[in-house]
């Protein structure tokens, strides 16, 4: 049985209001330089980390929250843009961006359209309705969000208690003041995709993608495609690629054989999720070293489908040393294989350095490092992780020099390249439950900090009362 989702819209409004204790609003206003009201926090990315952080700040009685995205209403994120599985990786069941509220999860929005029959038929998510859940998202929690707006720099106002950000919008440049930011964009926050050097020098620009790239992949049709990755986003690519008419497509893996073991899902408890951040430096690298070692398959769904299509190949132990364009083919060639294309495609995933995003400059200036914090064995060296921030247990920033940049606990950031330091799903759904309300108790940490003299001022000489005043006959009578 279903219901629609008036009924549920109704229901998550009054879960909020069974959860709303305490109500007092609490932030003290503020204004900024230019005299105008200031954010309590301005939340970089509305995709379904930035919704859910800014739906939960709110629950928090933090109102003056404010969500920025440079993509068009309901293109945020990757799910309706480059993202081309068929469903999502990760198990139906995982709790998200609802944050404890039933009414707000994916499987309360799909049971009132489909049913519980519906729900129990479902494999994992489909990644469109995921999107489409998540536009629902954003209309019930209330969310302020301003599409087409990108961040283009964040540094510390005059003040020293309040954070500069500027962003380029649809009317021109704009500034916005704000006590705390969260930086919420993915893999775009991170550093981005790019085309291996050695790849982007010998092929024409219009014959290699990436997988985390926009694009129509009709450009396939009728076109031989070698690919190179071993995960997921590499067989979605083929995947697409013959759909749309490729006569052919080979994933080339560098690894003698394909990855099979995913220990990403052993991780998914509620001490490990909720408390990786407690770990040791020494045991924080060791997980995240180990999962690079031994990369991480494609879900079987992924590699079924793939195998399953005419024209699909997987070559393993085909690394691309040597690429070459000879005007009218690609020919790659790597451990005694050869191959012949009409195009490339990219699929290994995206670059885990935050110095590639230049709106984040005067924050790297200042920020620790991995490299500044820990030194790894020798056998467990890896220049990608050694670059990722090294963020305390509230995602904030922190000092490579102590008293240098206190603004920095200012900032904090879900983006992928801070799984190092707070769990290495933490970018993913499978870790929302516990990284979003930790996200946000470091926002509310900072802004309680910021306001604590004024708090007790309130404190001492506000009026508390409760009991009602009371007459001498009152008095007498008792």
Request: contains cysteine; aromatic residues 10%.
């Amino acid at each position: 049985m279903s219901i629609d989702l008036d009924a549920l819209d109704a229901e998550v409004a009054r879960q909020l209001d069974i959860l709303a204790y305490p109500q007092r609003e609490w932030v003290a206003p503020r204004s900024g330089p230019d005299g105008a009201p200031t954010l309590a926090c301005a939340v970089i990315g509305a995709g379904q980390y930035g919704l859910a952080v800014g739906a939960l700040l709110k629950r928090e009685r933090v109102s003056e929250v404010a969500l920025f995205d440079d993509s068009q209403q309901g293109l945020e994120g990757p799910w309706a843009t480059f993202a081309r599985m068929e469903m999502l990786r990760t198990p139906k069941y995982l709790a998200g961006p609802e944050c404890g509220l039933p009414a707000l999860s994916f499987r309360a929005w799909w049971e009132a359209q489909h049913g519980v029959a519906a729900w129990d038929a479902v494999f994992r998510v489909p990644r469109t309705a995921w999107m489409d859940y998540l536009r629902w998202f954003r209309r019930v929690s209330g969310v302020a969000v301003h599409n087409g707006w990108r961040l283009i720099s964040l540094r510390p106002a005059p003040c020293g208690t309040l954070l500069e950000l500027g962003f380029e919008t649809p009317a021109g440049p704009a500034t916005r003041f704000a006590a705390t930011v969260v930086l919420a964009t993915g893999f775009k926050g991170a550093g981005g995709f790019a085309i291996p050097a050695h790849v982007a020098q010998a092929v024409p620009a219009d014959r290699v993608v990436h997988a985390m790239e926009e694009f129509d992949t009709r450009r396939f049709q009728g076109r031989r495609v070698g690919i190179l990755g071993a995960g997921a986003s590499a067989f979605d690519l083929a995947i697409a690629a013959l759909r749309d008419g490729a006569t052919r497509a080979e994933v080339c893996v560098r690894r003698a054989e394909l990855p099979r073991n995913n220990p990403r899902r052993w991780m998914e408890s509620a001490g490990f999720l909720a408390h990786y951040v407690d770990l040791p430096d020494a045991a924080r690298w060791a997980y995240h070293w180990r999962l690079k070692e031994i990369s991480q398959p494609p879900p079987q769904p992924t590699f079924d489908a793939a195998m399953a299509l005419p024209g699909f190949a997987l070559r393993t132990g085909f690394p691309w040393e040597r690429i070459r364009w000879t005007g009218e083919e690609i020919v790659v060639e790597g451990n005694g294989h050869r191959a012949s294309y009409d195009m490339l495609g990219i699929g290994t995933g995206y670059h885990a350095d935050m110095s590639r995003c230049p709106e984040l400059a005067e924050v790297l200036r200042h920020a620790a490092l991995w490299r500044d914090r820990y030194v790894p064995p020798e056998d467990q060296r890896h220049d990608g992780m050694a670059a990722a921030p090294y963020l305390d247990r509230f995602g904030a920033f922190t000092e490579r020099d102590p008293g240098s940049a206190p603004w920095l606990a200012r900032v904090h950031t879900i983006v992928s390249s801070a799984n190092l330091s707070l769990g290495p799903v933490a970018a993913s759904v499978s870790a929302m439950k516990y990284v979003v309300p930790r996200l946000v108790e470091g926002v509310k940490r900072v802004l309680v900090l910021d306001q604590q003299a004024r708090d007790w001022s309130e404190f001492l000489e506000g009026e508390h009362a409760e009991l009602r005043p009371y007459t001498a006959r009152e008095d007498e009578a008792a």
